[in-house]
């Protein structure tokens, strides 16, 4: 048994709390297990979208107008969950530390936007992945609403830019896609200077997104797990809190 996991929800609760309490810069890091309460699937956990409906590769959707069509075909299908999503007390409890200037900025893997409705400002949101609220040309990266795409989509199949020409796709980043540069720089540089590290509701295997914590930690700051499963990293981390997220964060909501 590693001393760091949390016995129960109670004395982790506690140990998070006095961690807060110590640390002057809160860098948390989000994967889909914080958006579950949200009604957000796990697109990679199994039963999830991704073992029913094979991703679709960025070359794929490039190449094929027929996959582009399917790729808008699953993401209006989403809408409704989307659209209906509301910040669950995971992603509130993260927005006041955010308003209490403990926390700069925040990364994320989701694409749900659901930390931007909690308060964070845009550009203090580090999104690895992307963002499916809303759609971008592969060419220009001009900005679409999703509804003006719906509109067109529904009219004569997937959009192309009005501008270039280029195809459209929400503004997320696909399998085969290079990873956002400017998003991996400040992530980076969010990890090295932070003393609290928290990675909350990812299994922390998907590279390179998971490599931050242990940067962190490499670079002198306290790491701690929160996942309703074990990850990769437990090994490493500082405290390890194996409860639903909603509840180990509900505490600390308005803090
Ligand atoms: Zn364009």
């Known amino acids: 048994m590693i001393e760091v996991i949390a016995k129960d929800l109670r004395s982790g609760v506690e140990a998070l709390g006095n961690m807060i309490a110590e640390a002057s810069t809160i860098v948390p890091f989000t994967g889909a297990g914080i958006s579950t309460e949200c009604g957000i699937p796990d697109f990679r956990s199994p039963g999830g979208v991704w073992t029913r409906n094979r991703p679709i590769p960025f070359d794929e959707f490039v190449a094929s107008a027929d996959a582009r069509d399917e790729a808008w075909r699953r993401r209006f299908a989403m809408e409704p969950t989307f659209a209906h999503a509301k910040p669950g007390r995971g992603h509130r409890a993260l927005a006041s530390f955010y308003r209490a200037g403990k926390t700069p900025a925040i990364i994320t893997q989701?694409?749900?936007?659901?930390?931007?409705?909690?308060?964070?400002?845009?550009?203090?949101?580090?999104?690895?992945h992307g963002n499916t609220t809303y759609a971008r040309c592969i060419g220009c990266g001009k900005a679409y609403e999703l509804s003006w795409v719906k509109q067109r989509f529904e009219q004569s199949g997937a959009p192309d830019c009005t501008d270039c020409a280029d195809p459209i796709k929400t503004a997320t980043i696909s399998f085969g896609q290079a990873m956002p540069e400017d998003a991996m720089r400040r992530a980076t540089e969010l990890a090295q200077h932070c003393d609290l590290f928290l990675a909350i509701g990812s299994s922390l295997v998907v590279w390179p997104a998971a490599g931050f914590p242990m940067m962190a930690q490499n670079c002198g700051a306290r790491l701690v797990i929160i996942n309703n499963e074990p990850t990769e990293q437990d090994e490493i981390a500082d405290l390890v809190i194996r409860h639903d997220i909603g509840e180990t964060l509900g505490p600390f909501v308005g803090n």
């Open 110 to 128: 989701n694409i749900d936007n659901l930390h931007q409705m909690s308060g964070f400002a845009a550009d203090d949101v580090i999104e690895l």
